[in-house]
């Protein structure tokens, strides 16, 4: 009923940037919050940020300052630009929704397919 399709990932050195993209599709009502998680391998995925529909915004600490999450109501898409990027930031970065369907106006979490971000030199 939604599909989420995720774009941006790549291989970047540390202190470059890379922007993510997820764009939704399907049976939207509206979208409530939107946010990225990111796992690494061996660890547990962990959020990294979200933003509501009104725009507000929350940051893990360990990305505070260096990513910047926003989002695009019209497009049903969420981006995530990263600056200054570590190490320990390689992870597979994976989008969630809160979506309302037009059919039964109740939320559901959707997950976009996952895109790998590898700093590296």
């Known amino acids: 009923q939604v599909q989420l399709v995720e774009s941006g990932g790549g291989l970047v050195q540390p202190g470059g940037s890379l922007r993510l993209s997820c764009a939704a599709s399907?049976?939207?009502?509206?979208?409530?919050?939107m946010a990225w998680y990111r796992q690494a391998p061996g660890e547990q995925r962990e959020l990294v940020a979200s933003?509501?529909?009104?725009?507000?915004?929350n940051y893990a600490d360990s990305v505070k300052g260096r990513f910047t999450i926003s989002r695009d109501n019209a497009k049903n898409t969420v981006y995530l630009q990263m600056n200054s990027l570590k190490p320990e930031d390689t992870a597979v970065y994976y989008c969630?929704?809160?979506?309302?369907?037009?059919?039964?106006?109740?939320?559901?979490?959707?997950w976009g397919q996952g895109t790998q971000v590898t700093v590296s030199s």
């Open positions: 969630k929704f809160t979506v309302v369907l037009t059919i039964t106006h109740l939320p559901n979490d959707y």
């Open positions: 399907g049976r939207i009502f509206n979208i409530y919050t």
């Open positions: 933003i509501t529909h009104g725009g507000s915004t």
